[in-house]
């Protein structure tokens, strides 16, 4: 009733009053985290977490978590521990529904999205919005559909996802996909439209941080966190054994050399990214040997 008030009066709608959430710079910084591998990946970016606030000074932190419970899944247990830790949303991607605890836990937590393409039928939702000091950020997931498994295209649901998202002045798509040419495409198509769109799935960075013609911060992979020694995250010695031998191997996951990458998404004006930069660094205090 005081929006019509307001309206009617033709007075603009104020934000609420809430603490400033906006960053030293005036805007709003937006720390996304990519894809957290097992346990040595949630402790490097706890580790990593007080580094990151000081000097990025993030409004918003964002995490793919689609690894985090043992390389593969998620659990309640260890959303919880991140969301506690200070993240604001958790993205996943194809290991969605590794673990079957995470299934109702997916339905009742707002802050946790799978990919939006997926069947409606399956567990989840593909989007949210949170909220810092009235600032709204929405954040889509997306799975590409090249090499990967999911029901619908990723090209058509993002219109729905983002007419779920209502009023926002930031959104971040995390497009999970194994083709560098989906994320480029997706990156063309949402120029201008959404804050930013980062790739994440193949745990390896990409050296393509910038932003589009329209102001749209976006980058093909962000990478990993977790350890660098192994393949993408396994045991570096079991992932050459199953190349080798073309047998089945039990896969672990490696704690070799863990680092965390990210992207640092900066940004004074709504739907608009001021500057990408991409973050890589070891564990704080960690030995890199071996
Ligand atoms: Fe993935
Ligand atoms: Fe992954």
């Given at each position: 009733m005081a929006e019509r008030k307001a309206a009617e009066d033709g007075q603009e709608e104020a934000l609420p009053?809430?603490?400033?959430?906006?960053a030293d710079n005036g805007g709003v910084n937006i720390l996304f985290v990519g894809d957290i591998v097992g346990g040595i990946g949630r402790r490097t970016l706890l580790d990593s977490l007080p580094i990151l606030r000081e000097r990025y000074a993030p409004t918003f932190i964002v995490v793919n978590a689609e690894n985090s419970a043992g390389g593969l899944g998620v659990t309640p247990k260890i959303a919880d521990e991140l969301l506690a830790a200070g993240v604001d949303a958790i993205t996943l991607g194809n290991?969605?529904?590794?673990?079957?605890?995470i299934y109702a836990y997916l339905e009742t937590e707002p802050r946790i999205v799978r990919p939006a393409n997926f069947l409606r039928s399956q567990p989840g939702r593909g989007t949210c919005v949170v909220e810092r000091g009235g600032v709204r950020l929405g954040v889509i997931n997306l799975s590409g559909n090249l090499y990967l498994r999911a029901g619908r295209s990723a090209f058509t649901e993002i219109e729905v996802a983002l007419a779920d998202l209502?009023?926002?002045e930031h959104i971040i798509v995390?497009?999970?996909?194994?083709a560098t040419s989906e994320k480029v495409a997706m990156g063309w198509h949402l120029d201008g439209r959404v804050t930013a769109v980062v790739g994440t799935h193949t745990h390896v960075p990409t050296a393509d941080a910038r932003l589009l013609n329209h102001g749209t911060a976006y980058i093909t992979d962000v990478g990993?966190?977790?350890?660098?020694?192994?393949?993408i995250g396994v045991k570096r010695e079991q992932a050459l054994e199953g190349l080798l031998t073309q047998m089945p191997v039990r896969f672990e996951t490696s704690d070799v050399d863990p680092w965390l990458m990210g992207v640092l998404i900066r940004c004074?004006?709504?739907?608009?990214?001021e500057s990408i930069e991409q973050i890589l660094m070891p564990r704080p205090n960690s030995s890199r040997a071996s």
């Open positions: 009053a809430e603490p400033d959430a906006r290991h969605t529904y590794h673990r079957r605890e209502g009023s926002v995390d497009m999970h996909a194994e990993m966190t977790g350890p660098r020694g192994g393949v004074s004006q709504p739907l608009r990214a």
